[in-house]
């Protein structure tokens, strides 16, 4: 017999809510540890004091966890623990020779050896599919995500509206001190220019050319990347951009390099820029990709690359919930 344990949190005591993490949960515990439902014989959950609405054993029995035992029981008042908590055992008659504990949502902070703050780098090169992952990757553990790579457009927005040459370094020096870049969250990120959200007005191919080449200059990197150490000190988030593992955050223990065939990437640019009505063909596209590649990959200063520690992860043949899973599995295995 194994015991595989874990928890996860709730935003509000509804009775959906506690249906769709609990099933969430189990499924996740499921999935990782290789079991069918019909191989669980028993499962015991904990909750919270302020979880009323309904029994996390319910929610099991209609999530399709009804052949093996279920048991509800509700947790004494414990001053400072986690709200709105569901904690589950489940006994499976397999024998596991290494179980895989799953933490959800704010119930990362039950691990013992999670530190207070929890980041995760992701690197990878333009149309990757990093930024979609690292959304959803922070959307499940209820962490901030932040788009490095929106810092480096808004500083290159910043260059052209000032009629500053984004590869003459003295061009853009002298115009640095009118440009303040700064990022906001109110459920998701905001880039801010000189107090101006400019999250839409950054996403054009020629602001992401002029980031490339502006991002190769060493004092914007510096202010750049010193905002970005700066958000990631005050709690956690998914970090995502170029030099993440090896410049921003070269001691964290979550680094992953997501990557994918410069077809494949062009394939879903185009199919992106295709449903927002764009006219652009896949073959500039794909000319596109391959010169900003050959920049990031070239430059002198901070270059895309792959950290000696980071997990590589190939997504041509993946789907982005794919991803996510795989990578959550590999931050649970460390915690």
């Not at 179980?99 to 050896?113: F, G, H, K, Q």
């Not at 000189?194 to 054009?204: A, L, P, W, Y």
């Not at 794909?286 to 950290?307: G, N």
Request: aromatic letters at 6%; proline letters at 4%; hydrophobic letters at 40%.
């Amino acid at each position: 017999m194994t015991a595989i344990r874990g928890a996860t949190t709730i935003s509000a005591d509804t009775a959906d809510e506690i249906r769709t993490e609990t099933a969430r949960l189990l499924n996740e515990i499921v999935k990782q540890n290789s079991l069918d439902i019909s191989q669980v014989s028993c499962i015991f959950f904990s909750s919270t004091q302020d979880i009323t609405a309904i029994y996390p054993a319910k929610a099991a029995r209609e999530a399709g966890f009804s052949s093996c035992a279920l048991f509800s029981c509700m947790e004494p008042p414990i001053s400072g623990s986690l709200p709105l908590c569901i904690r589950v055992m489940l006994q499976t008659e397999q024998h596991i020779d290494a179980p895989r504990y799953v933490y959800l949502n704010e119930a990362v902070r039950l691990r013992t050896d999670l530190s207070g703050i929890l980041n995760i780098a992701i690197d990878g090169p333009a149309g990757s599919g990093k930024s979609t992952v690292a959304r959803e990757l922070a959307r499940r553990l209820s962490i901030l995500h932040l788009d490095t790579g929106a810092t480096y457009r808004a500083y290159a927005l910043g260059c052209l509206r000032l009629g500053a040459d984004p590869a003459d370094e003295e061009s853009v020096k002298s115009v640095s001190d009118r440009i303040e870049i700064d990022v906001t969250y109110d459920g998701v990120q905001h880039t801010l220019l000189n107090g101006e959200d400019v999250s839409d007005k950054i996403r054009t191919p020629e602001v992401s050319m002029a980031a490339s080449t502006v991002s190769k200059i060493g004092f914007v990197r510096e202010r750049m990347v010193a905002l970005q150490q700066a958000v990631a000190k005050k709690g956690s988030c998914v970090l995502e951009g170029r030099d993440i593992g090896t410049k921003v955050l070269p001691d964290s223990r979550f680094k992953f390099f997501v990557t994918a065939s410069p077809e494949e990437r062009a394939r879903r640019r185009f199919l992106q820029d295709k449903s927002k009505g764009g006219t652009e063909t896949m073959e500039n596209i794909l000319a596109d990709i391959t010169a900003r590649d050959r920049q990031d990959e070239t430059r002198a200063i901070s270059p895309l690359v792959c950290a000696p520690d980071a997990v590589y992860v190939d997504t041509s043949a993946m789907s982005a919930d794919e991803v996510v899973s795989y990578i959550m599995r590999k931050v649970q295995e460390k915690i």
